[in-house]
Structure formats: C-alpha cells, structure tokens
C-alpha cells in the first residue's frame, strides 16, 4: 500500500514542479539566493506558522542567504546552524525520498523530532504526513547518494 501510494505520489510531485536544478552547494535557494524564499528558519520552531525573514538580518551560509526576523533568531542560527536548517538541503522530503531533487513551497512543511522538513505543495505535505517516519527513513537514505551525484 504505502509503495504505490508512493509511487504515485511522487510521480505527481515530478510532474507537477519542474526539478530543481543542483547547485553548487547542497542547499535549495531562490534565484535572488535567498533560502526558504526568504523566511526565518528559526521561525518555524519558534511560532505557530513561519515569518518572513529580513535582508538586514541576513547571514550567508552554505552558499545561501538565510534571512531572519530578529537580530534575536539571527543569533541563534549562527550558534547552531543546522539546529533551523531545513533537512535534506531544503529540498522536497517527500521527493527524496524517492531519490529525486525537487524544489519546495516554504509554507508546507513540519517539524519532527526537532527537524525541519519542507515539501514541494500542501498537497504533497498531505501525503507526505500519511507515512512521515517511513519518508524520513527513505529520504535519509537516498539523500547523500542524490547529494554526491550532482
């Protein structure tokens, strides 16, 4: 069950979103460089639904800009970077899990376990929640494979 639903799923998710391109660095940005489209990463743990970020809080990392709400959330990015960061570089969860690298929509997502997950669309995010722990499994494994091919 869980296999087609998969399958089927994430042929959706490719069909429906262009693939994103790999990068230089393993971290999904916008074109103007700005990761999570410009929302603070810390804002997803800290408040019920993300906030936009501002480019005078800005830092630079992974090859990205990361922009933040408050000096406060800035600060505490920089002590633990990968603490907010999205896993699997920002990248669609869901569409890692099957091995595949496609862009996502910064307003669906959840946290797990203290991690953040971003998916493509609220309609993927919808699949993706029917069987998260198993998609983590499969994206944590295909993730560093996808990561070195590029």
């Known amino acids: 069950m869980?296999?087609?639903r998969f399958l089927l799923g994430a042929m959706a998710?490719?069909?429906?979103?262009p693939a994103a391109t790999a990068q230089e660095v393993p971290v999904y940005y916008e074109a103007d460089g700005a990761a999570l489209a410009g929302y603070d990463p810390v804002s997803y743990f800290r408040s019920d639904a993300p906030v936009l970020g501002l480019p005078?809080?800005?830092v630079v990392w992974k090859g990205a800009e990361w922009h933040f709400a408050s000096d406060e959330?800035?600060?505490a990015f920089e002590r633990d970077p990968r603490a907010f960061a999205p896993q699997?570089?920002?990248y669609c969860a869901y569409a890692m899990a099957n091995g595949t690298l496609v862009g996502t929509d910064p307003m669906a997502w959840q946290v797990v376990d203290g991690r953040l997950y971003l998916t493509h669309s609220p309609e993927i995010e919808e699949m993706w929640r029917?069987?998260?722990a198993e998609y983590i499994r499969m994206a944590e494994a295909h993730w560093p494979v996808v990561l070195y091919e590029q």
């Open 73 to 75: 959330n800035r600060e």
């Open 130 to 132: 029917e069987a998260t």
């Open 13 to 17: 998710a490719v069909l429906i979103a």
């Open 56 to 58: 005078e809080y800005a």
């Open 88 to 90: 699997f570089g920002g």
């Open 2 to 4: 869980l296999t087609r």
